[in-house]
């Protein structure tokens, strides 16, 4: 009895001590423990996702890759899998499992080494969200403390689900939905037992036991899970036999895009980051939708792609982008050894690399990176000709062995035919801008030609030399100065001693080709260079300036000289667009926008765009600060609007030998008269622009070197090309307008026309075409036009061939200005 005695209390002095020491041991880590909030609040670091305004994944980014799930949506042998590998007792335990502890504990004794071992899944969560991986005996402690405290606080369900989402997986994917996207490119459901398996695997070891990483010891570990799976009656042996001799599948995949459009992206995570700060933007699974839809901003990207291609084409074939190979000296490389080689290069959508393996006299035979077989037939191969200089081509080539040989590296690109052509990566750059001008929103935005080779977003941070399409604001200011559209000016030679330079300044039109006497909207859709200058003298420099201010545009950009007329000032293509938009609006300076909205990862909206909108007189007066600043008048805005029109539909009669085409005469092929529009160049073809649009939409694009000193060149005709471009300079007509087509051309397919209604204020009469007067002639020799009242002229002409050539009733500057 004694010794039964001593025992027990031993025992009770043992049991007390235990629970003294635990205690202890919680008030010690009781500060490291979580609060019941905190445990029913976790937040998963979950990427910021970028959409598009209809939804399309565009991006995401974050350090960590996670797409998060509901229990509900794991597949049940997935769920499986983890549990016979991970926990098999988890649904019994109570956070901890006393026979693991045990077992770690003999290993330690034994051995004196200090293994991982017989962590639960509900240890394991809690390591994971508040502990390091530091294997020390407090932590392990502390895991121990916390995992009880989520057993009580959390079912099972929970607990399950937060480590499936939690969980490091590998290749910075963390939670099985990252995890079936970055191995398998799928989605859970659509996971074969052997890939659920292999995810379940990658818990022990997720960077030496990936399947990319190691695929060999992956295997292994797959099957041994499958093993634990076949072993807790979870599968049949059949399922097992099948599964472990599946194949690895695995590879790479990035996020789920739907839209690759990563300038914009780009955009949206500058500003995030500027808001919200790096761990934020980056961890609280934020998603950001855009301004741009879809198919817009595939189109604009696919029009300003093609045309830099088109561009390049025109230009020659600059050559292999590297030599294999010689064909005359070496042996050709087998078709292991090429792909090897291919498999280095980066390819640049739409562009895929390949070698030439054989020439024949009119086509060629390729290998893909892909692994492909081609042939490239002659009309492919038939426009290289040869790149001399930006000025200069070779004759076009007669046989295919004057442009390619065996072991050539060069780039092909698929057509719409499935036929292949030739191809080069482009070395012009370009931007379009589009956007709504009734509230600034954003339809679709291109930077450059491909975001991998250059991040430089041209089309918010490119400041260039504008060119003519400066010149629809010196009208404007010259029609709020008296001047009228069919007000008369000399398109003539100007030959102007300067002073400070000691040099005769003298600016020319482009081509240089001039009518002499000429009705402004005329000179503004033939875009005549010294009519813009003879307004700006006529108007003043400084009223000219203080008005392009009105658009939006930085004093700093506007260099008050006469240079101004022909377009010296240098802005973004985005200023461009917004400026433009006021005379597609009525008057009004909108802001544009790119954010439509921002919510949290619960879909919880965080904010949305308020755009200042375009508003009538009783919108204005009820909710002023809603309403885009009225710059100009709608009479300024609706008449300018309408000269542009000119630009694309000119004017006269072509059956009277009277007609003329303005510089934007290609827009025609749109088939649409409620476009307006106006080109673009600056000296020696550096800069190339186009800016056209209707009431609903407005379109800016810009095309040049990024080597601001660069000229577009000179293109020979070449018929092999598609277009109709002859021989000469680049020019916004011919270097951007296409781009500009064949965007509208996809965007306004099946809309109805917007045309841009004239607003009242106005009055329209019939005036001579030759001087600008009234007309009582119903002919080929007169048109109505439009004037603000009390602009319009009170005189009729009586003899074309003997009146004057000015309209007397609009207050005019001294002819000496003129002439």
């Not at 504008?466 to 404007?476: A, D, E, H, L, W």
């Not at 019939?766 to 009170?794: C, M, Q, V, W």
Request: glycine share 8%; charged share 25%; with cysteine.
């Amino acid at each position: 009895m004694k010794l039964l005695k001593r025992f027990l209390q031993f025992s009770l002095a043992c049991t007390l001590l235990g629970v003294l020491i635990l205690v202890i041991l919680y008030y010690y880590v009781k500060s490291d423990i979580p609060s019941v909030e905190v445990l029913k609040d976790v937040q998963l670091q979950t990427p910021m996702q970028v959409f598009t305004r209809d939804g399309k994944l565009i991006n995401q980014f974050g350090e960590k890759r996670r797409i998060p799930v509901k229990l509900s949506e794991v597949p049940e042998p997935l769920k499986k899998a983890f549990l016979a590998t991970e926990d098999n007792r988890f649904y019994e335990h109570f956070g901890i499992d006393p026979i693991g502890i045990v077992r770690s504990a003999f290993v330690l004794i034994t051995t004196g080494e200090k293994k991982q071992g017989a962590s639960t899944i509900t240890m394991q969560l809690a390591r994971n969200f508040f502990l390091t991986r530091e294997k020390a005996y407090i932590r392990k402690v502390k895991e121990i403390f916390i995992a009880l405290h989520m057993e009580q606080v959390l079912n099972k369900d929970e607990i399950l689900e937060l480590y499936l989402n939690k969980i490091e997986l590998g290749h910075r994917a963390f939670g099985i939905g990252a995890a079936a996207q970055v191995y398998y490119g799928k989605s859970l459901s659509e996971l074969t037992l052997p890939q659920m398996a292999m995810i379940a695997g990658l818990p022990k070891a997720p960077s030496t036991l990936n399947p990319i990483s190691n695929p060999s010891r992956a295997k292994s570990r797959r099957n041994v899970v499958l093993g634990r799976m076949l072993a807790e009656n979870y599968i049949t042996r059949e399922q097992y036999r099948e599964a472990t001799e599946a194949p690895i599948t695995a590879e790479r995949h990035g996020a789920e895009i739907e839209l690759y459009a990563p300038y914009i992206s780009e955009m949206v995570r500058a500003y995030m980051v500027e808001r919200y700060g790096k761990d934020k933007a980056y961890n609280s699974g934020m998603k950001v939708y855009t301004s741009v839809e879809s198919d817009v901003q595939k189109a604009a990207q696919t029009a300003l792609i093609e045309n830099l291609h088109r561009y390049d084409m025109r230009h020659g074939f600059r050559g292999p982008e590297r030599l294999l190979w010689d064909s005359e000296t070496d042996t050709p490389w087998d078709s292991e050894a090429i792909l090897a080689k291919l498999d280095n290069i980066e390819e640049l959508d739409p562009l895929q690399a390949a070698v030439v393996l054989q020439v024949n006299e009119q086509s060629a035979q390729l290998l893909l990176k892909s692994g492909q077989f081609i042939s490239l037939g002659w009309d492919g191969i038939k426009w290289a000709r040869k790149y001399i200089s930006d000025e200069r081509q070779s004759l076009p080539p007669k046989v295919a062995s004057e442009v390619l040989a065996p072991g050539m590296q060069i780039w092909v690109k698929q057509l719409e035919d499935n036929q292949w052509t030739l191809a080069q990566i482009p070395q012009p750059s370009s931007a379009l801008v589009s956007l709504d001008p009734q509230d600034g929103r954003i339809k679709a935005i291109v930077g450059g030609y491909s975001f991998a080779q250059s991040q430089y977003n041209r089309a918010t941070q490119a400041k260039r030399q504008v060119g003519s399409n400066i010149k629809p604001f010196i009208y404007s200011a010259a029609l709020e100065n008296g001047y009228t559209l069919a007000t008369i000016i000399n398109d003539a030679p100007i030959n102007q001693w300067d002073k400070s330079l000691g040099i005769a300044w003298r600016p020319a039109n482009s081509p240089e080709v001039y009518n002499g006497p000429i009705r402004i909207r005329r000179a503004l859709a033939q875009s005549k260079n010294v009519v813009s200058v003879r307004l700006l003298k006529g108007v003043g420099l400084d009223n000219t300036a203080d008005h392009l201010l009105k658009f939006g545009f930085q004093d700093s950009d506007i260099n008050r000289s006469e240079s101004l007329a022909l377009g010296s000032a240098a802005m973004t293509p985005l200023e461009i667009a917004r400026g433009m938009s006021t005379f597609a609006n009525g008057g009004h300076l909108i802001e544009p926008y790119y954010i439509d909205r921002i919510t949290d990862a619960f879909g919880n909206e965080l904010g949305r765009a308020a755009p200042l909108l375009v508003c009538d007189e009783e919108q204005w007066e009820q909710h002023p600060e809603r309403c885009a600043p009225k710059v100009i008048s709608e009479q300024n805005a609706f008449l300018i609007a309408d000269a542009m029109k000119s630009t694309i539909w000119g004017g006269g009669s072509w059956r009277h030998n009277t007609g003329w085409s303005g510089t934007g005469w290609r827009g025609q092929s749109l088939k649409r008269r409620d476009l307006a529009g106006k080109t673009g160049t600056t000296n020696s073809s550096v800069d190339t622009w186009f800016t056209g649009f209707n009431r609903n939409v407005l379109t800016t694009v810009w095309v040049g070197f990024d080597d601001a000193g660069r000229s577009l060149g000179r293109a020979a005709y070449n018929a092999n090309l598609g277009t109709n471009q002859l021989a000469g300079a680049e020019a916004g007509a011919v270097t951007a307008l296409p781009a500009w087509v064949d965007f509208m051309r996809d965007v306004l397919a099946g809309e109805p026309l917007a045309p841009i209604e004239p607003p009242q204020g106005l009055v329209s009469t019939r005036i001579d075409l030759k001087t600008g007067l009234l007309s009582r002639k119903n002919d080929h020799t007169s048109r109505f036009e439009y004037f603000e009242e009390g602009t319009a002229p009170t005189k009729y002409v009586l003899d074309t061939e003997q009146s004057t050539p000015f309209d007397d009733s609009a207050p005019l500057p001294a002819q000496d200005e003129l002439f």
